[in-house]
């Protein structure tokens, strides 16, 4: 069972960047799906959640800009991020909970660097 994250990097203030996760060792579609992420000398929190058959949801922080996204067919999930601030560097983390057992699944983080 695996997470694989990427598309993380540094970009200036007011870019986007794709983030992706794929996911492997799971039946991807019984699965709710998120990215986190979690900033030095904070918490990890969450940034967006795509569950299976709800609405999605976004942190206050990120709504208008951020979109999260899925393709059960190919077994990914993406983050599209725009319009990013310097707020917005973090480690970011794609996470996956079978709807059947509750049990979670973790990427290994992708680092994203906003600079102003």
């Known amino acids: 069972v695996q997470l694989q994250a990427s598309g993380g990097g540094l970009v200036q203030a007011g870019g986007s960047l794709t983030l992706s996760c794929v996911a492997s060792?799971?039946?991807?579609?019984?699965?709710?799906v998120g990215w986190y992420r979690q900033a030095p000398g904070k918490e990890r929190e969450l940034v967006a959640r795509n569950n299976r058959n709800g609405p999605k949801i976004y942190a206050d922080s990120v709504k208008g800009r951020f979109t999260i996204s899925r393709d059960n067919a190919e077994n990914m999930m993406y983050l599209q991020m725009n319009s990013l601030k310097p707020e917005d560097t973090a480690s970011y983390y794609c996470n996956a909970r079978s709807i059947l057992t509750a049990s979670g699944v973790w990427g290994q983080g992708t680092q994203v660097t906003v600079s102003s």
């Open positions: 060792g799971i039946t991807f579609r019984d699965h709710h």
